[in-house]
């Protein structure tokens, strides 16, 4: 098993839920961005237009603050669509939070690389790396 350690960077943004997370169904260790009212939190969507702030680490009640990983290594739901997410994979946020692979190669936007379990089918929790940006994918070759 991997071991993963502290870069020194801040972890946790400061931030509040503009929607209550915990009436939500699995929101914790999702995709979120930036709300329509500064300093809050929704619930991420797809194409990460607007990008996502992190990934949430609670269920927090609208109002009330939302522990977030902006950059370094957090747990992370994906999810396979069409394809399998991977060990290594590079992810982005689907419409409803969750990871999924990227759909095209280069130019693609990602947010996170995936080092958890491969997910063949459904959804799992594994550990991700998260940028704290979008960064595109660019050929190996």
């Given amino acids: 098993m991997a071991n993963y350690h502290f870069i020194g960077i ?3 943004g400061n931030f509040q ?4 997370f915990a009436a939500c169904p699995a929101t914790q260790y999702r995709f979120v961005t930036v709300a329509s009212t500064a300093g809050k939190v929704k619930l991420g969507t797809g194409a990460s237009n607007p990008m996502p702030v992190g990934v949430l680490q609670n269920s927090p009640s609208s109002g009330e603050a939302a522990q977030i990983v902006v950059v370094g290594f957090s747990k992370l739901v994906a999810r ?9 994979d590079f992810v982005l946020a689907a419409s409803d939070g969750v990871a999924q692979t990227m759909a095209v ?5 990602m947010n996170a690389r995936w080092y958890g379990p491969a997910v ?13 940006f979008a960064v595109c994918a660019v050929s190996g070759s």
Wanted: hydrophobic fraction near 35%; charge should be negative; aromatic fraction near 8%.
């Fill in 17 to 20: 839920a503009d929607v209550d």
């Fill in 105 to 109: 190669g280069n130019g693609s936007a």
């Fill in 10 to 12: 801040q972890p946790d």
């Fill in 80 to 88: 396979a669509v069409t394809c399998v997410v991977n060990y290594g």
């Fill in 120 to 132: 063949n089918s459904g959804s799992a929790i594994g550990d991700a790396y998260i940028f704290g």
